[in-house]
């Protein structure tokens, strides 16, 4: 089992950054591909980001490519993701997840999610 705990969304105006944080409890959480969803208001979740567990490998949406990285520290048991020049298209609730490989989380079929982090972006 690996829990999954978000951190860090906020409101944030146009063109600004945040850093979004995921603390991961449980066993063997660098052995688990790590990434980032998405939901708006009104939409489906979205996949934004995967990293594998070596770090070696990383996945983006094409909306996010070029304006997020997803990063991870196994010896703290985090993941993250930097968000910069935010849209107000960016707005939503930010979910962590956890799963055996990124092809997994890529397929939105991953085996562990946080409850989520709100992002505002405002115009």
């Known amino acids: 089992q690996v829990q999954l705990v978000e951190s860090g969304g906020g409101l944030v105006q146009a063109g600004g950054s945040l850093r979004l944080s995921c603390a991961a409890s449980?066993?063997?959480?660098?052995?688990?591909?790590m990434g980032w969803f998405r939901q708006a208001p009104g939409k489906e979740r979205e996949f934004v980001a995967a990293?594998?567990?070596?770090?070696?490998?990383?996945y983006y949406a094409d909306s996010a490519r070029g304006r997020f990285t997803i990063s991870r520290d196994n010896a703290k048991n985090a993941v993250y993701l930097q968000m910069n020049s935010l849209k107000p298209e960016d707005t939503a609730v930010y979910f962590c997840?956890?799963?055996?490989?990124?092809?997994?989380?890529?397929?939105?079929?991953?085996?562990?999610w946080g409850k989520g982090t709100l992002v505002t972006v405002s115009s």
């Open positions: 997840t956890a799963a055996i490989n990124t092809a997994t989380i890529r397929s939105n079929a991953a085996n562990y």
């Open positions: 990293i594998s567990w070596s770090s070696d490998v990383t």
């Open positions: 449980g066993r063997s959480f660098s052995s688990y591909a």
